[in-house]
Nanobody
């Protein structure tokens, strides 16, 4: 089992910055992937940014150049730094992790944190 606890987010202004954090209950070295999804009202959940195999990263086209995912292995924490915010970044941001155990893939989700960007 892996618990994911998010923090940060809140209200930001267009052009501004916010950061969200996700702390895992176990070493993130044990995880096969970890990152952030978001879901805006009336829209499907979408991948924002994630660490995949090794140290590879994957970003949604809409956030490339503006958002940066990083991690602190000692703190079992992944961060999403969001710069040059746009109103369309408004969504619930959820931390997600994948752990493969004896061939079985398990998905874990945080509770989600609201990010609201005003124009």
């Amino acid at each position: 089992q892996v618990q994911l606890v998010e923090s940060g987010g809140g209200l930001g202004q267009a052009g501004g910055s916010l950061r969200v954090s996700c702390t895992a209950s176990r070493s993130i070295f044990m995880l096969n992937a970890m990152g952030w999804y978001r879901q805006a009202p009336g829209k499907q959940r979408e991948l924002v940014a994630a660490f995949t195999s090794g140290s590879s990263t994957n970003y949604a086209d809409s956030v490339k150049g503006r958002f940066t995912i990083s991690r602190d292995n000692a703190k079992n924490t992944v961060y999403l730094q969001m710069n040059s915010l746009k109103p369309e970044d408004t969504a619930v941001y959820s931390c997600h992790a994948i752990m493969v155990v004896t061939g079985s893939t398990r998905d874990y989700w945080g509770q989600g944190t609201q990010v609201t960007v005003s124009s």
